[in-house]
């Protein structure tokens, strides 16, 4: 990961008091932070670290479900909230659920009832918007840092800034012989400025091993 160093290390430490919502529009790394807290925070739990992605889930109805089926824990009702509420009341895990701008309210809903009641539990939400929920503390992202001035920029001191670390960084991944000269430091200073932010998701490499998420378990 580039830059965004700060939310890794507060992030973290919203989790204890409230449940962070990791929030800014679409590009500009939420999900990239989140999995960089997760990450972190993997030996934390001794019941491990849920990745839930709900970006794919079409229908609001189904968040719960969805929740259940990256915990492994069968569910059969039809209401799975009190199902999850008994599985989770004294398991001490970290649920990130990323993407819930688009089933907004089932997330608001079912992260406050699973909050009120599982002391052990900590929650970490991304989203385009605030979830508007109890307990919760919205962290903004912003976007990686940029030159100011790039006229007469050189190589070494673009190279200081995230987003034009990260622009070399994706170039050299297509070609290896890239390297950022003197010649074109300016000329990327100016587009990384654009260019931070707006870069599609769809880039970014899952790790996950069902549709809809990863668990990653403390180590043993
Ligand atoms: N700090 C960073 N370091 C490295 N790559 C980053 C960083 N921030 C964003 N990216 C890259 O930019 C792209 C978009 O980031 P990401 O998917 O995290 O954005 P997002 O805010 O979650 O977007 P969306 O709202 O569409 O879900 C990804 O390819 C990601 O790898
Ligand atoms: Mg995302």
Redesign the pocket.
């Known amino acids: 990961?580039?830059?965004?160093r700060g939310s890794v290390r507060r992030l973290p430490n919203s989790c204890r008091n409230a449940f962070p919502d990791d929030r800014?529009?679409?590009?500009?790394?939420?999900?990239?932070?989140?999995?960089?807290v997760a990450d972190r925070l993997i030996t934390s739990y001794a019941d491990g670290v849920h990745f839930v992605d709900l970006?794919p889930v079409g229908d609001h109805r189904l968040v719960p479900h969805v929740l259940a089926f990256v915990l492994g824990h069968a569910i059969h009702s039809d209401d799975p909230i009190p199902a999850l509420i008994s599985y989770l009341r004294t398991k001490q895990l970290l649920l990130v659920f990323?993407?819930c701008?688009h089933v907004i309210e089932s997330a608001a809903v079912l992260v406050e009832e699973l909050l009120r009641n599982s002391p052990k539990l900590h929650v970490v939400t991304?989203s385009?918007e605030p979830l508007r929920a109890e307990g919760e503390h919205v962290h903004r992202?912003a976007p990686?840092a940029v030159p100011t001035e790039s006229e007469g920029l050189m190589a070494a001191e673009a190279l200081e800034f995230?987003a034009v670390r990260?622009f070399v960084?994706?170039a050299t991944a297509r070609l290896d012989s890239f390297e950022l000269t003197d010649a074109d430091a300016s000329v990327v200073g100016t587009s990384a400025a654009g260019w931070?932010?707006s870069?599609?998701?769809?880039?970014?490499?899952r790790a996950a091993s069902t549709p809809w998420g990863f668990v990653a378990s403390r180590p043993t």
């Not at 990961?1 to 965004?4: R, T």
Request: net charge positive; hydrophobic share 30%; glycine share 16%.
């Open positions: 990961m580039v830059g965004s800014g529009p679409g590009g500009i790394g939420k999900t990239t932070v989140a999995l960089a970006a990323d993407n701008e991304t385009r992202l990686l995230p990260l960084e994706r931070t932010g870069h599609s998701r769809s880039s970014w490499p």
